[in-house]
C-alpha cells in the first residue's frame, strides 16, 4: 500500500510544481529539459542496479517508445500551462479522466467487456471535464485557455493508449525498464534539440532555480512510474482497483493541495465536476 500512496504523491507534486513555475520565473519548457536529464539518469542507474541486459536491436517496440517519448513532451508541457492557467485541480481532472480513451480502445480492439456501470463512467467523463474547467471571468486575451483541459484530455488519453498497446504486444520480463528508461531519453533529446532551435539564449536553463524545478519533476516523474508499478506487483488488490486508487487518490490530493496551499477558487459547478470524475473513475474501474 505505501507503493500507491508514494506513487499519488509523486503524480501530485508533478502538477504542484507546474503551477508555481511562473512565480519563480522559470520558463516551463526549461524546466522539462531538466526533468528529462534526471528521469533517464534514474532510469537508467535503476537498468544498472537491477543488472537487467539492454539490447536494442531486434525490440519491435522501439519505433513506439520513441513515439510516445515525443509525445510525453508535448503533454508534459500542456500539463504545466494546464496546470498554470486553469489550476492544479481541472489538470488532475483532465489527465485522470483522460483513462476512458484506453479503456475505449480496450473496448473496441481487446474486446473487453462493457457493462451498464462503465457505460455510466463513461458517460460522466465529458461533462465532469466541462463542469470541472468552467471559470467565470477570464481576460480575453485567455479566452482560449478553456480548451487547454481538452487538448490535456485527448493528447494524455491518446499517449495512455499507445502506452497500453505497447505493454499488451511488446513488453516482457524487464522490458518495461528498458522501454521506460528509452521513452525518457528519447524525450531529452527532443527537449535537447527543441530547445537549440527555438532559444536563442540557453543561460536560464543552467540557472540554480531552473535546475532544482527541473530536478524535482524529473525525480516525481520517474517515481510516480516505478512506484505505480510497484504498487501494481505488490498490492494485494487487482490492478483495476489500484488503478482506480490511484486516479482517485490524484484528484483529492492536488485538489485539498490547490485550496489549502495556493487558495485556488472552487465554484459550485467546479465542485459538480469534481465529484463526477470520482464517480466516473469510480464506476470505470470497480464496474
Not at 503524480?11 to 520558463?27: T, W
Not at 520513441?66 to 489527465?95: D, E, P, Q
Not at 502506452?163 to 528519447?186: D, I, M, R
Amino acid at each position: 500500500m505505501h507503493y500507491l500512496i508514494l506513487s499519488i504523491l509523486s503524480s501530485s507534486c508533478i502538477i504542484l510544481v507546474f503551477n508555481r513555475l511562473d512565480k519563480y520565473g522559470i520558463r516551463t519548457f526549461h524546466a522539462i529539459a531538466v526533468n528529462y536529464v534526471f528521469a533517464t539518469l534514474l532510469g537508467w542507474v535503476l537498468i544498472r542496479w537491477k543488472n537487467i541486459p539492454v539490447h536494442f536491436s531486434g525490440n519491435e517496440f522501439l519505433p513506439l517508445a520513441a513515439t510516445i517519448g515525443i509525445l510525453f513532451v508535448v503533454m508534459f508541457y500542456v500539463i504545466g500551462l494546464t496546470a498554470r492557467k486553469s489550476g492544479v485541480t481541472v489538470t488532475a481532472v483532465a489527465s485522470r479522466l483522460s483513462v476512458i480513451i484506453p479503456i475505449c480502445f480496450s473496448i473496441v480492439f481487446y474486446r473487453e467487456t462493457l457493462g451498464w456501470i462503465k457505460i455510466a463512467g463513461i458517460a460522466l467523463a465529458l461533462p465532469a471535464l466541462v463542469l470541472a474547467s468552467v471559470k467565470n471571468r477570464l481576460p480575453h486575451m485567455e479566452k482560449l485557455v478553456i480548451f487547454l483541459p481538452f487538448i490535456l484530455f485527448l493528447g494524455t488519453g491518446l499517449t495512455d493508449t499507445l502506452v497500453k498497446f505497447t505493454q499488451q504486444q511488446y513488453l516482457t520480463g524487464n522490458q518495461p525498464y528498458v522501454f521506460s528508461t528509452l521513452v525518457f531519453f528519447t524525450s531529452l533529446i527532443t527537449t535537447s534539440l527543441t530547445i537549440a532551435v527555438r532559444f536563442r539564449s540557453n543561460r536560464a536553463l543552467f540557472r540554480t532555480r531552473t535546475l532544482v524545478a527541473g530536478g524535482l519533476l524529473g525525480i516525481f516523474n520517474f517515481s510516480s512510474l516505478f512506484f505505480f508499478v510497484q504498487a501494481l506487483n505488490h498490492a494485494p488488490f487487482d490492478s483495476s482497483v489500484i488503478f482506480g486508487m490511484n486516479h482517485l487518490g490524484i484528484i483529492l490530493l492536488t485538489f485539498l493541495s490547490g485550496i489549502l496551499l495556493f487558495r485556488e477558487r472552487i465554484t459550485r459547478l467546479n465542485l459538480s465536476g469534481l465529484i463526477l470524475a470520482c464517480l466516473s473513475i469510480t464506476f470505470l474501474y470497480y464496474a
